[in-house]
Each structure stands twice: as structure tokens, then as C-alpha cells.
């Protein structure tokens, strides 16, 4: 059974990275499939693109901070919809879109949310809050179970957050990895020389932790290891960053455009540090296992289950104990954690994620279209 699924994307910006990259990897695993595919953004102004199959409608929404937009107006989805025909909708937003899940119902059509974040651990590494954040949390996602006919998490850990009473519609479908782009370079691969060579890839804002694998770096440096930190990213926290790493041998090189060129940068490094306690998934490290890196990843968080014993190590979200878990890590067969990386990440194809997404989609407009 061939579905028409419209992805309806919300509050991304120009480093919602691991969303656009989901939404472009799941969109064009939804065509290759013989399904149709509508994708709706938010941008600065109106405009539609399509290629005659894959249709890209982006709707004007203003900045609401740090880079990213947001569609005020989510009625102006609906001739989108109806124009489209969609079996069934995906939304990637907890915001204004979610009043649409209402029109959906009235016209049979079911709803899928893809929880792509774990807001009470975003709401504590962004604002310190602790206090109050897990019970708004809940009341807030005991609305949404009411709003969707099922939900989607990436991770034990982001299915964590959701209530007990919304269990029976969690599904969890892990994301994948481009295996062609993110691959080994063993002509160039890690560095034999005496510097290690870390690299941390990710949006330098502080709910994604980048400080902590900077400190990570710097307490390695205080112990008198030669360490080199490569941080491939942009954000509203660089300035910042860039303060705190003076003086230090942590290198800034911004946001990489080209897919190729960050795999070839990641390639390069002996140990990836994604240390992030709050990641739902960790799509940053996937590629670098998938370039044949041992990653550096903090104990609790979606990223911690993408690593085991063989391709990386993990230890408390702290500086120095994540110092020690670097230590013990390139202290292994150097060649052996490389392929164990890359064969980790080769577990984690996009077709297993679109497969499992087409799987939903599909049983769920079946089950619509058998209540008509």
C-alpha cells in the first residue's frame, strides 16, 4: 500500500541540522518507496520548490531567536493539504502546528508526532530550571497524546519523557546514517603522531552541552596530554566558547555546507566527543562512527545507546571523568575500535528508519480508511 504522507516541520532554522537531515533522509526514502511525499518549513518568505515528484513548501514565519522561524499561521497549511490529498500527517513540531491534528480528524486523516527533542532536557541545559520542568513537561505531552494517533521517539531515553498513559502510542524508530558520504579514510584516518586529535560536531547553543566537550579537551590539556580539539559547528554560544577555550589547542571552524567535507574532517580525528546529556538521538554520532571514530559520549542521553564497549566509552556528563573515558578509549586497539565503529554504524541504515516510518503510516491510514 502506497501512502501520501505530508511532513509539516516547524521552529527549524539554518542549524536545525538533525531535523533537516531526518526530514531529507525520510522524505526520500518515502519516494524512492512509491509514496508521495509533501514537505512544509517555515522560511522568510513564500516559495515552493518541486523536482515534478518531492514538493518543498516553505511559509513565511518570523525569527523567534537563535536563528530559527516559526509559522504563526497554520491555517494557511490546510489548502496545502487539501490540495495534496495527504493518507496521513507527520508533524515535527509541539507548537503551532499541532492545532492541525483537529482539521485532520474531522477529515479521517491520522497524525503521526515525530518527538525529535526531549524538552524537559532541553529546558534545564538551556535555562538551569529544575524545579517544575518535569511535571509542565508532562501535562504538556498528556495533551499531545490526546492530539496524535501516534507518537514517535528516536530513543529509550526521549520515550522516557513521555507519561506512562501515553505508552500505547509510542513507537520507537532510531534514525540512520549516510553510509556512502560517512565512511572510513584509512589513507588519511586518525593521526599516528603524538597529538590526539578529538573533534566535537554540533550547534554551539547550550542545550546542546558544546562547552562540556571543550572542558573535556582542556582538562586533557592540563594533564599534560598533547591533544588538538577540531569544533566543526556554528551557534549563538561561539563567541563564548571561543572565550573559554583561549589559550587553549581548540580550533573553531564553523558550520560545514558540504556533507563530504565534514566526513573527510571527522575522518581525520582519533576520538569524537559528543557528550551531550540531553540528546535524544545523536545523529553527529552516528557519522562519526560511521567514519570508523570511537566516540567520547556522556552516560545518559540517546547517545550512549549508539556506543558500546567495543566503539567508545562513556562516563558522567563531567570534564574530567569524560577526560579519563578519552584516556582509556585510545588506549584500546586503535585499528580493532575503528572497524568496530563503522560496523556499529552499519546497524543503523536509513532504510531501516524508512521502512519502519512507511510501516506506520501505512497501518494507520489503513486503520482510517477501514472506519469510514
Known amino acids: 500500500m502506497n501512502v501520501a504522507i505530508a511532513q509539516l516541520a516547524n521552529f527549524v532554522g539554518p542549524s536545525s541540522g538533525g531535523v533537516k537531515t531526518a526530514l531529507d533522509a525520510l522524505g526520500r526514502g518515502y519516494v524512492s518507496a512509491g509514496s508521495r511525499r509533501l514537505l512544509v518549513v517555515p522560511g522568510p518568505v513564500d516559495a ?3 523536482d515534478g515528484v518531492n514538493k518543498v513548501v516553505q511559509l513565511r514565519g518570523p525569527r523567534v531567536g537563535g536563528g530559527y522561524r516559526l509559522v504563526l499561521e497554520p491555517w494557511r497549511v490546510i489548502r496545502l493539504l487539501e490540495d495534496f490529498g495527504p493518507t496521513s500527517l507527520e508533524l515535527s513540531d509541539k507548537s503551532t502546528f499541532v492545532p492541525l491534528t483537529s482539521w485532520a480528524r474531522r477529515h479521517r486523516l491520522p497524525s503521526v508526532l515525530f518527538s525529535h527533542e526531549r524538552l524537559d532536557a532541553m529546558l534545564r541545559l538551556r535555562t538551569g530550571w529544575v524545579r517544575g520542568v518535569g511535571h509542565g513537561v508532562g501535562l504538556l505531552y498528556r495533551l499531545l497524546a490526546r492530539q496524535f494517533d501516534a507518537i514517535v521517539t528516536t530513543s529509550h531515553y526521549a520515550a522516557a519523557e513521555y507519561p506512562a498513559a501515553t505508552h500505547p502510542k509510542l513507537h520507537r524508530v532510531p534514525l540512520g546514517v549516510d553510509l ?11 593521526q599516528r603522531g603524538r597529538v590526539l586529535r578529538l573533534v566535537h560536531v554540533g550547534r554551539l547553543s547550550r542545550e546542546k552541552s558544546p562547552q562540556l566537550a571543550i572542558r573535556t579537551a582542556m582538562a586533557l590539556y592540563e594533564r599534560g596530554v598533547p591533544v588538538q580539539l577540531d569544533v566543526y559547528g556554528d551557534g549563538p554560544h561561539r563567541l563564548e ?11 573553531f571552524h564553523g558550520h560545514l555546507p558540504e556533507r563530504s567535507a565534514l566526513a573527510a574532517a571527522i575522518t581525520r580525528a582519533d576520538v569524537s566527543l559528543s557528550v551531550c546529556p540531553g540528546e535524544t538521538f545523536g545523529l553527529a554520532v552516528l557519522e562519526a562512527l560511521a567514519c570508523g571514530v570511537p566516540v567520547v559520549t556522556a552516560d545518559t542521553g540517546g547517545g550512549r545507546e549508539l556506543v558500546d564497549q567495543h566503539c567508545g566509552a562513556w562516563a558522567p556528563p563531567q570534564p574530567e ?7 582509556e578509549l585510545v588506549g584500546r586497539d586503535r585499528d580493532g575500535a575503528r572497524r568496530a565503529a563503522r560496523a556499529r ?3 543503523y541504515p536509513w532504510t531501516a528508519s524508512v521502512d519502519a516510518m512507511l510501516r506506520l503510516h501505512r497501518a494507520l491510514a489503513a486503520a482510517a480508511a477501514g472506519d469510514h
Do not use: I, K
Not at 566558547?241 to 580550533?251: D, M, N, S, Y
Not at 571523568?321 to 584516556?327: E, N
Open 48 to 50: 515552493v520548490v518541486s
Open 345 to 347: 554504524a552499519e546497524t
Open 241 to 251: 566558547l571561543e572565550r573559554l577555550a583561549a589559550g587553549t589547542p581548540v580550533r
Open 321 to 327: 571523568l569524560l577526560a579519563g573515558a578519552v584516556l
Open 180 to 190: 556512502d558520504t560517512f565512511r572510513p579514510d584509512h589513507a588519511g584516518a586518525g
